[in-house]
């Protein structure tokens, strides 16, 4: 008679101080592993009793390894992005400059003049510390930070619009993401949205027809993450400016991304720049810290002297003011473009920036150290992040061979995205394929090394 192989299982202490678990025993002071290996026992006791053969101490030790490894993995941490989406909202949105990421850690590290004047030795203000580059760099006359544009927006409308109309084009009741939909944000802001226009066609008459005496503002909303093509009008943003004055309304213009440089010098579509809505007039611009600024999530707002001034001093500024990190983060990415050197020092603006022959070299590369057929092949980087839709960049994709054993292009994503640091890939034409443009080039060989490991590991 054979013996009863759920008696083969070992007790929860011999699990305990097998050589793969013993490390993660002297860590833990919950007793977090013995549970673990309690529920891994127990599993096992289950797949015995469903006709499975007794795992092997070695199978179980293993098991309760990576179960605690797992649980121990502290999140949010490091991912490749290898889909080629420059923003990429799920990944974190923009990665931060070398100096804006030590500037972050110097504030928060430990202490930071965030609210003290050096010259005086008295009580300053955590805004100044933005305030004078954003007002350098983008020439308005004031500027104030708040967590992210939706934030900036919500308490602009609370600040000025509550319980009044705000003029918006049909074209531009747009949903960002997120379920950030612009009517809703204006409910929520107390203020009563008035939409004029058509989907396709609006001009600066249907704007002027809907202004009454209960009109607070007009709203510009930059449609950033699809485009209307064909039978189009919308006026320009300084006929808007012009009106909005004539009436004695203010304008309002949510920017999205809150881009500084030319995207045209790259091959993408104009992406409106901030300097130019300052420029035009606007009475206040809203803007992110974290698309194509290049820096943390935050929301910018800059403009005219005495809306900001009154925004200042609104309770909710209190309820959505960004932490030091923050600010010190954005302070650093701000003097990137202040000092010139936005185009190198601020990763985003690398990758977009980066010529296609490097991409081509460095794609070769991978491909080969990969091997096993793994090819090359043109493909197109996104911008991502709800600016410049539909439209991307010339990349040479790293296509990952059909896998021998028989997997999937999902499942072999899947195991990718298990590596450590996980590669976060692309499926295109039933093939796995990375994109180097969001990858720094001195982890093309850390890739090259997991993704081969990945295909070369049993199915
Ligand atoms: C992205 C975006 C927002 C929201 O910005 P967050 O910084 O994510 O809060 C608002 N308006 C527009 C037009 C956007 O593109």
């Not at 699990?15 to 673990?36: C, M, P, Q």
């Not at 923003?87 to 974190?92: E, Q, R």
Request: with cysteine.
């Amino acid at each position: 008679m054979t013996e009863n192989p759920r008696r083969a299982l070992p007790s929860v202490d011999r699990l305990l101080s097998h050589d793969a678990v013993r490390g993660y025993v002297a860590a833990d002071a919950l007793g977090a592993v013995a549970e673990t290996a309690r529920a891994v026992l127990a599993d096992a006791r289950d797949r015995i009793g469903a006709g499975e053969p007794a795992p092997t101490i070695e199978a179980l030790a293993g098991a309760v390894a990576r179960a605690v490894a797992m649980e121990r993995r502290v999140g949010p941490a490091r991912v490749i992005n290898a889909t080629g989406v420059v923003i990429h909202t799920n990944l974190g949105r923009a990665p931060l400059s070398e100096a804006a990421l030590a500037a972050a850690r110097a504030a928060a590290f430990d202490y930071a003049d965030l609210e003290f004047d050096l010259a005086s030795g008295g009580r300053g203000s955590r805004l100044t510390h933005v305030e004078s580059l954003a007002r350098r760099v983008t020439g308005a006359e004031a500027a104030l930070v708040v967590n992210n544009n939706a934030a900036a927006v919500f308490l602009a409308l609370t600040a000025f619009a509550s319980g009044r109309d705000v003029v918006v084009s049909r074209s531009q009741a747009v949903e960002i993401g997120g379920g950030f939909r612009i009517p809703d944000v204006l409910r929520q802001g107390g203020a009563r949205l008035v939409e004029v226009g058509t989907t396709n066609r609006t001009y600066v008459d249907d704007y002027e027809a809907a202004l009454g005496e209960e009109t607070s503002a007009l709203l510009r909303i930059h449609r950033s993450n699809f485009r209307i093509v064909g039978f189009t009008a919308e006026p320009e943003l300084p006929e808007l400016v012009a009106l909005a004055r004539r009436r004695g309304v203010m304008m309002l213009d949510d920017l999205g991304s809150g881009c500084l440089l030319d995207t045209t010098a790259f091959g993408l579509m104009p992406e409106p720049r901030v300097q130019e809505s300052v420029a035009a007039g606007v009475d206040l611009a809203f803007f992110s810290g974290d698309k194509l600024l290049g820096g943390p999530q935050a929301g910018m707002i800059v403009g005219r002297a005495e809306p900001i001034a009154t925004l200042r001093k609104h309770p909710l500024v209190r309820a959505l003011r960004p932490d030091k990190a923050t600010i010190a983060a954005l302070a650093a990415t701000l003097s990137h473009y202040a000092q010139g050197e936005a185009l190198t020092a601020i990763p985003l603006w690398r990758m977009i920036a980066i010529p296609p022959a490097t991409l081509t070299r460095r794609a070769r590369r991978v491909a080969r150290a990969i091997g096993e057929g793994a090819t090359t092949r043109p493909g197109r980087s996104m911008i991502g992040g709800g600016s410049l839709p539909e439209e991307g960049l010339p990349t040479t994709l790293v296509a990952l061979p059909p896998d021998p054993g028989g997997r999937s292009a999902r499942t072999i994503a899947d195991a990718v995205r298990a590596t450590d640091p996980p590669i976060v890939a692309r499926i295109e034409d039933d093939r796995v394929v990375l994109d180097l443009r969001t990858v720094p080039p001195g982890d093309d060989a850390l890739v090259a090394r997991l993704v081969r490991q990945t295909l070369a590991s049993s199915p």
